[in-house]
């Protein structure tokens, strides 16, 4: 998988940031992609990337205000207008499905393709068997929710050497038994994969904050994944500001980026008040709290 950031900056847009959007590129899964938020320009930002409105299987709003919402009625627009037919499914918060309805009944707006709404509380999303995504309540100034995507664990590797051992030669059988599946020899032995299989390996996890203040329910959302994508509005020097608006420091940021045991932390949303020369300052006060920290700016792609 991919993650890539079309949008980065907190509250408006700048010259170097469009506001908050990321697209999850399912690659090495299937050929589609998941879009978390949409604020204003998003579909902007897709035309100069490699990506596709057509292809986007399923939005993800972590809460309702503008930076967030706002691009959504363009984008969903135009992937009708562009001949889409597949259908896409939008999650977010209560108030979401009213929005959309207003906006596209209002503007006479004719969808080519089907759109489900679903309004959601934290918990358990779904679970497709290849991915589950959960919701996690986060501490903002209207409802807001993180998602926490988690890819099942992959079979563990055929063992060459024990196949050998028990002469089990090779033949179109060994997809079978690298599935776990008991297939039947030509000589008449039967042969259960799963007794052939190394290790599980373990899927990789991203946990994809929307914005907060510190909350007791952060920890579990990014407990040991391998990415973690969390708000850093404002420096240090600013927590109680930050803090009275619901969102978070770089410090704050970083410190449960350590303590829940990520494997790399990216911090986004940054407050239109930073320019490209504040960047290395506000990353070092990040990595002075957990070292596997980058500041996304737009167009950044990190392979999970």
Not at 197 to 205: D, H
Not at 207 to 213: E, K, L, P, R, W
Not at 236 to 264: D, P, W
Not at 285 to 300: G, N, S
Request: charge should be negative; charged fraction near 20%; glycine fraction near 8%.
């Amino acid at each position: 998988m991919e993650l890539t950031f079309l949008g980065t900056s907190a509250g408006v847009p700048t010259k170097e940031r469009n506001v908050t959007s990321m697209i999850l590129n399912l690659v090495g899964i299937r050929k589609s992609y998941w879009l978390f938020d949409c604020g204003e320009g998003t579909q902007h930002r897709i035309l100069n990337s490699p990506f596709k409105a057509p292809k986007i299987e399923k939005i993800f709003i972590t809460h309702l205000h503008g930076d967030h919402i706002f691009g959504l009625p363009g984008l969903l627009c135009s992937r009708s207008m562009g001949g889409a037919t597949e259908p896409l499914t939008l999650y977010g918060p209560k108030g979401l499905k009213q929005y959309i309805e207003t906006v596209l009944s209002l503007s006479v707006s004719y969808m080519t393709y089907p759109i489900e709404i679903i309004e959601i509380e934290a918990g358990q999303l779904f679970d497709d068997g290849e991915l589950i995504v959960t919701a996690y309540s986060l501490d903002h100034r209207v409802e807001c929710y993180g998602y926490r995507i988690e890819e099942h664990a992959k079979s563990g590797p055929l063992d060459a050497n024990k196949l050998a051992s028990d002469n089990i030669p090779r033949g179109p059988w060994m997809q079978a038994l690298k599935a776990g599946e008991t297939i039947t020899l030509e000589d008449g032995r039967v042969v259960n994969g799963a007794d052939y299989l190394g290790e599980p390996i373990p899927g990789k996890v991203i946990a994809i904050f929307g914005d907060t203040q510190p909350t007791p329910q952060a920890f579990e959302l990014a407990r040991n994944a391998d990415v973690m994508v969390h708000e850093t509005t404002l420096e240090a020097a600013f927590t109680e500001k930050a803090n009275e608006r619901g969102h978070s420091t770089t410090v704050q940021a970083a410190q449960l980026a350590r303590e829940a045991g990520v494997k790399r932390f990216i911090a986004t949303h940054l407050s239109g008040r930073y320019m490209s020369e504040d960047i290395p300052r506000l990353l070092m006060e990040c990595q002075a709290e957990f070292a596997e920290t980058q500041i996304a700016e737009d167009y950044l792609t990190v392979k999970i």
